[in-house]
């Protein structure tokens, strides 16, 4: 997708002039007969109403965000689930040598250092570390620390297309981790998906939409309304600085007739200060710490009187 809006000459969403480089050799031949055809522009519309445009505003958000990141105290990147995407050398001269670590399954990970390697000099020189890592199985935490990541650090990470298709708990858990991990203030950019629950047939298709993923081997698992996520946030440390969802994405990035998939959204956070993530505590747990703090003075001071 990233490619073909490349090849437009106007309206274009997003500027990537590296994602060519990443596309096998079936995926370059079809986007040479769709060019000479003129049936690029309307090619991704038909093969996935909405979709198309949903991605390439999903990455121009993310590349928004991450500039700002950039101009300030952000010591280094972590793109969980990398894949191909080409962000890191997209963005070499601002990340000015902070690394970036592109988490991945091991097979993708191989794959795309590959062709890294062929791709030589028509690539940017950064400081990508490839993060193999079986999300099942493996601790993301241990992995990232193998790489050379600096905890507690201010960190940008980028985590799309990913939380619907996990449980509830692992996208808390992740969430958990990555507050563990970083310094306060350290920010996080997301997707999230949630049910339509509007009456009508588009709505409807929509809905369907989720349990053809779930035919094809890879079913929506979580969702959460807009109208939600502000809390579930806060309760995981986070506090949320933007939210986009499809009309948003629209009004920002399109300029064309394109519309934006609904069902999906973006939200940029940064983890809480200090302070407030001692506020994560519930007043029985306050309540338990305080007791067991004055029970420690007092056999403190008995210790002391009986010497």
Same mark, same amino acid.
């Given at each position: ?6 090849? $437009?000459?106007? &309206? /274009? %969403?997003?500027?990537?002039?590296? !994602? #060519? +480089? ?5 995926? *370059?031949?079809? =986007? ?77 990970? $191989?794959?795309? &250092? /590959? %062709?890294?390697?062929?791709?030589? !000099? #028509? +690539? ?5 570390? *490839?993060?193999? =890592? ?174």
């Amino acid at each position: 997708m990233r490619a073909m809006e490349q090849r $437009r000459s106007a &309206a /274009r %969403i997003l500027d990537d002039p590296y !994602a #060519r +480089l990443f596309l096998g050799r079936l995926s *370059r031949a079809a =986007l040479a007969s769709w060019e000479a055809s003129g049936a690029l522009g309307n090619v991704a519309a038909r093969l996935s109403p909405g979709l198309a445009a949903y991605v390439l505003t999903r990455h121009r958000f993310i590349d928004d965000c991450l500039q700002r990141a950039l101009a300030g105290p952000v010591e280094q990147l972590v793109l969980l689930g990398a894949g191909y995407d080409s962000r890191a050398y997209r963005f070499a001269s601002a990340l000015k040598r902070r690394p970036v670590f592109e988490v991945d399954f091991p097979a993708t990970s $191989r794959r795309k &250092a /590959r %062709i890294v390697a062929r791709a030589g !000099a #028509r +690539l940017p020189s950064i400081d990508v570390r *490839r993060v193999e =890592l079986d999300f099942a199985s493996e601790s993301l935490e241990q992995r990232l620390r193998a790489a050379g990541f600096r905890t507690r650090r201010r960190t940008f990470f980028v985590w799309e297309g990913v939380s619907m298709y996990l449980t509830r708990d692992a996208v808390k858990a992740t969430l958990s981790t990555i507050l563990a991990l970083t310094a306060p203030r350290s920010e996080l950019v997301m997707d999230f998906w949630y049910l339509l629950d509007a009456p009508d047939l588009v709505t409807s298709a929509y809905r369907m939409s989720a349990n053809l993923l779930s035919l094809l081997g890879e079913p929506v698992t979580f969702g959460i309304h807009p109208e939600d996520v502000t809390h579930f946030l806060a309760r995981l440390g986070y506090r949320v600085l933007d939210l986009a969802d499809a009309a948003e994405l629209e009004r920002r990035y399109v300029r064309d007739r394109r519309r934006v998939v609904p069902g999906c959204y973006l939200v940029h956070a940064a983890t809480a200060a200090a302070a407030a993530r001692s506020e994560r505590i519930s007043p029985l747990q306050r309540d338990g710490l305080a007791s067991a703090r004055r029970r420690s003075r007092r056999s403190r001071a008995r210790r002391s009187h009986a010497r």
